[in-house]
């Protein structure tokens, strides 16, 4: 017997294409269309905005900000497309110093100054916050999140510059949530977006951790009261829906058991860690970033050891 007549038949070909391709999608996990997510570099004179990942992040090359210079309309406006159309937009060194970061952010919104007691003002101006390692012990950064979402209006973008990084580690990572939503199951998309979910600021102890002396933390609890939101939203400017569950702030979804709510979060908290929605952004001193809040989530990688980090963080709101 020959081996050929061993082997089971290959299955028949349409121009180059298995006919049951069908059967193959149906059986197996979906994968995204990469086609829906953008490949392309965008040009504005000596400023290009280069894709960082294939559905998360750009890298802007060419730009530089002077204390003497103003910005032109049509630069704040071809950035604020960038910034939508990739998720979040990383600065090259030399587009901006520490003094000058602020100024940098203020392009796309009103900088505002929120941080806690691991957080505090960064004395460079006076709308930043330093995140140093040094100082900061809790790590609820290094959980995947939403900034604020545990508010009813989160700020649209937020903003690092990194002053001092490792060598080595101490990256960040960002997801697309929108990406996410496209790897559900249509069927079970729809059944996600007729349920709501409660956030809620101390889901994973954040106020507990950060606010030791009892007074503090008992006026934030009260200033932050859980709220009710849908799992899943529509981005106001992009009209794209997106998943709107986090692990640091979402408790709990409505109208189901606690362990059905657990393994439906589950569900949408694998789709947002897939490697194929998400991306590592590694820092250099001197590299500015900021990232559209409402859709990309975020998370810190703590594998820098003892090494200093220290990033100055704006928000706008």
């Known amino acids: 017997m020959s081996l050929s007549a061993t082997l089971p038949a290959a299955p028949p070909v349409t121009n180059g294409i298995y006919v049951d391709d069908e059967k193959l999608d149906r059986i197996q996990s979906k994968v995204l269309d990469f086609t829906q997510y953008p490949h392309d570099v965008a040009t504005l004179g000596d400023i290009?905005?280069?894709?960082?990942?294939?559905?998360?992040?750009?890298?802007?090359?060419?730009?530089?900000?002077?204390?003497?210079?103003?910005?032109a309309p049509d630069?704040?406006?071809?950035?604020?497309?960038?910034?939508?159309?990739?998720?979040?937009?990383?600065?090259?060194?030399?587009?901006?110093?520490?003094?000058?970061?602020e100024r940098l952010v203020s392009?796309?919104?009103?900088?505002?100054?929120?941080?806690?007691?691991?957080?505090?003002?960064?004395g460079k101006t006076g709308q930043l916050n330093a995140i140093d390692s040094s100082i900061k012990r809790t790590r609820m950064n290094?959980?995947?999140?939403?900034?604020?979402?545990?508010?009813?209006?989160?700020?649209?973008?937020?903003?690092?510059?990194?002053?001092?990084?490792?060598?080595?580690?101490?990256?960040?990572?960002?997801?697309?949530?929108?990406?996410?939503?496209?790897?559900?199951?249509?069927?079970?998309?729809?059944?996600?977006?007729?349920?709501t979910a409660v956030h809620d600021v101390e889901t994973q102890g954040f106020l507990t951790l950060a606010y030791h002396d009892?007074?503090?933390r008992a006026g934030q609890r009260e200033k932050y009261p859980s709220i009710e939101v849908?799992?899943?939203?529509?981005?106001?400017?992009?009209?794209?829906k997106q998943i709107f569950a986090n692990e640091l702030y979402t408790q709990r979804i409505l109208g189901v058991t606690r362990r059905t709510s657990q393994a439906l979060l589950d569900v949408l908290f694998d789709?947002?860690?897939?490697?194929?929605?998400?991306?590592?952004?590694?820092?250099?001193?001197?590299?500015?970033l900021i990232w559209d809040n409402r859709t990309v989530q975020h998370r810190g990688v703590p594998d820098f050891g003892g090494k200093r980090r220290v990033l100055h963080r704006a928000l706008v709101l």
């Open 271 to 288: 789709a947002i860690s897939a490697p194929e929605v998400q991306t590592r952004h590694r820092w250099t001193d001197g590299v500015a």
């Open 230 to 240: 849908p799992l899943i939203r529509t981005h106001p400017e992009t009209g794209r």
């Open 214 to 216: 009892f007074a503090q």
């Open 107 to 122: 392009l796309f919104g009103q900088v505002k100054l929120l941080n806690t007691p691991y957080t505090p003002g960064s």
């Open 48 to 71: 290009n905005i280069a894709p960082y990942s294939a559905t998360v992040g750009a890298t802007v090359h060419g730009l530089r900000l002077r204390p003497d210079t103003d910005v």
């Open 142 to 195: 290094y959980i995947w999140h939403i900034d604020q979402s545990f508010q009813n209006v989160q700020p649209p973008f937020t903003s690092l510059f990194a002053q001092e990084v490792p060598g080595t580690g101490g990256d960040t990572l960002f997801s697309n949530a929108t990406a996410a939503y496209d790897l559900l199951d249509p069927a079970l998309a729809a059944y996600f977006e007729s349920l």
């Open 75 to 101: 630069v704040r406006d071809f950035l604020y497309k960038g910034l939508l159309r990739h998720g979040f937009l990383s600065f090259e060194p030399g587009t901006v110093d520490a003094q000058s970061f």
